[in-house]
């Protein structure tokens, strides 16, 4: 790299954009895409990406300026991306004097003719790359291989803090036991899709199931088959919609959000989710009773306490009609105790 002395306009101009890159905070989305941003305009570039991977090189973050970008597959090796986060180094490249390679050819590929790559590294810790590309030969000088460099150092320790954040306030909304979301999960949810449902007039239903006889399960068989009953019933609800629509409120009651669902079709759901539950414990006497209800206001309160009328009531009228089948004894077993 060049030893000359930065530009004192260049220098001004990284200072604004890592004051804007502070000021956002902890707010990823944001973050990344001021940074792809700022990286574009200070080099001149064509382009410009953020790859944010995981432990196992997943990329599980991206924001791009006018370049492509894939969340959720591995950071390709043979890319400047990917070449810059594994060899933990900035790299730039050119469309005539580089030397072939996979970065070259994929540099091709995408139509650019230049490019820079620096890793986003905090002491040992590697976590991404910044890139930038350009469509014209010889686009970049050495101040721009120190501006992406001095961008990337930056950044990270920023980006760092934002997903040590996120994970804990996705830890907050998460059931231990069954990975499914919570009550506050729940409550978030019901919220966005009663907006939605109001702003839009698009139909929501929720339908929320408790066990029966799933004392006797703790009591008979001990709490770590109680563990595995949950867990097979959380399997249940996120076949139905998918985890982001499940939810365990507590003890043995679970909750599921049906956007675009009237209430007849969620009682069909829910009577297929009671019988589905039966079948997984068999022989063991648990049927589950539930409720639904259809969105007909704007508040969600009024949503979940009509679902939970329906399902007490139904509750009521199995306990008075239903008999409980024998349950085998079986060794009692240290566990959770039902999270």
């Not at 919609?241 to 759901?269: H, K, M, N, Y």
């Not at 259809?294 to 009228?317: I, N």
Request: with cysteine; proline share 4%.
């Amino acid at each position: 790299m060049s030893s000359m002395s930065p530009d004192p306009r260049r220098l001004l101009a990284i200072i604004q954009a890592q004051n804007g890159l502070a000021a956002l905070g902890l707010d990823s989305a944001a973050l990344l895409a001021h940074l792809v941003a700022s990286a574009r305009e200070l080099t001149g570039a064509s382009g410009a990406a953020v790859e944010i991977v995981d432990e196992k090189d997943i990329v599980i973050r991206a924001a791009a300026d006018s370049a492509v970008v894939q969340v959720g597959v591995p950071l390709d090796a043979g890319t400047l991306a990917g070449q810059s986060y594994m060899g933990e180094k900035t790299i730039r490249i050119d469309r005539e004097a580089g030397s072939p390679g996979p970065a070259l050819d994929a540099l091709h590929r995408a139509g650019a003719r230049a490019a820079i790559s620096s890793p986003l590294t905090a002491g040992s810790q590697t976590i991404g790359a910044l890139t930038v590309t350009s469509s014209v030969t010889e686009a970049f000088a050495d101040e721009d291989e120190e501006t992406v460099g001095m961008l990337a150092r930056f950044v990270t320790h920023q980006v760092l803090q934002a997903r040590r954040y996120e994970e804990a306030e996705r830890l907050c909304r998460l059931d231990p036991l069954t990975g499914l979301g919570n009550r506050r999960a729940l409550d978030e949810c019901l919220s966005a899709e009663i907006a939605r449902h109001s702003r839009y007039g698009r139909t929501l239903s929720i339908c929320l199931v408790d066990l029966d006889n799933f004392k006797s399960i703790n009591d008979t068989h001990g709490h770590q088959e109680g563990d595995r009953v949950l867990i097979r019933v959380a399997e249940r609800l996120c076949e139905i919609r998918g985890a982001d629509g499940a939810f365990r409120l507590g003890g043995d009651e679970f909750g599921v959000v049906l956007p675009e669902t009237p209430g007849s079709s969620a009682e069909l759901v829910a009577r297929r989710l009671a019988r589905a539950i039966r079948e997984d414990v068999f022989p063991m006497s648990v049927s589950a009773s539930w409720g639904v209800a259809e969105a007909a206001g704007t508040d969600p309160a009024a949503l979940l306490a009509a679902a939970d009328a329906q399902l007490y009531e139904r509750k009521r009228e199995a306990a008075g009609a239903a008999t409980t089948a024998p349950i085998v004894p079986a060794p009692r077993e240290a566990s959770s105790r039902n999270g």
